[in-house]
T-cell receptor, first 114, second 111 residues
Framework: GAGVSQTPSNKVTEKGKYVELRCDPISGHTALYWYRQSLGQGPEFLIYFQGTGAADDSGLPNDRFFAVRPEGSVSTLKIQRTERGDSAVYLC????????????FGPGTRLTVL | DAKTTQPTSMDCAEGRAANLPCNHSTISGNEYVYWYRQIHSQGPQYIIHGLKNNETNEMASLIITEDRKSSTLILPHATLRDTAVYYCIVSLGGGADGLTFGKGTHLIIQP
């Protein structure tokens, strides 16, 4: 079956612009996670959704970052007033707890802020 | 901060067993040990997890010490495709929290 998909695969934007990154989880998975990975580092947790609600957003670095999952499936990570330090690969994962808490990751979106 | 400590890099000859160590001396009684790997330019991939008993699946074996302060991931017959960064993660499990990744071990399989 289809895995987690993320679009776009690459996004180049200018400092100060607004961007949206999309994640399509595995069908039927109720949990969805966003991570950010800088060069040479492991992924860093940003936010976790259970259904439509954000169960844990403690990893969001500041109020420029926001994520939604209005229908409990697709999620969008929104970044306002982008800064060069936001450049990273943004990873999405989904899982289906408590049946299986293994997280399945997408290929990521590489964001470059010029 | 990650609750685990791993070597930065390791080499292993193709066809041999790769043994990747991980220290997690502050692990709590209800926390699991998870292993994920990340091949270059891909998202992380789940390998295996365990609580206190040793575990084996089609990809690997996980050996957890009796005091649970360390573990070893074993790839029994390493291939070139196993070259990746391997992450050892401590988590409550149940899918109720995000994973805390460290820097992992860069495993290089030599032909």
């Amino acid at each position: 079956g289809a895995g987690v998909s993320q679009t776009p695969s690459n996004k180049v934007t200018e400092k100060g612009k607004y961007v949206e990154l999309r994640c399509d989880p595995i069908s039927g998975h109720t949990a969805l996670y966003w991570y950010r990975q800088s060069l040479g580092q492991g992924p860093e947790f940003l936010i976790y959704f259970q259904g439509t609600g954000a169960a844990d957003d403690s990893g969001l670095p500041n109020d420029r970052f926001f994520a939604v999952r209005p229908e409990g499936s697709v999620s969008t990570l929104k970044i306002q007033r982008t800064e060069r330090g936001d450049s990273a690969v943004y990873l999405c994962a989904s899982s289906s707890p408590p049946v299986a808490d293994t997280q399945y990751f997408g290929p990521g979106t590489r964001l470059t802020v010029l | 901060d990650a609750k685990t400590t791993q070597p930065t890099s390791m080499d292993c000859a193709e066809g041999r067993a790769a043994n990747l160590p991980c220290n997690h001396s502050t692990i709590s009684g209800n926390e699991y040990v998870y292993w994920y790997r990340q091949i270059h330019s891909q998202g992380p991939q789940y390998i295996i997890h365990g609580l206190k008993n040793n575990e084996t699946n089609e990809m690997a074996s996980l050996i957890i010490t009796e005091d649970r302060k360390s573990s070893t991931l074993i790839l029994p017959h390493a291939t070139l495709r196993d070259t990746a960064v391997y992450y050892c993660i401590v988590s409550l499990g149940g899918g109720a929290d995000g994973l805390t990744f460290g820097k992992g071990t860069h495993l290089i399989i030599q032909p």
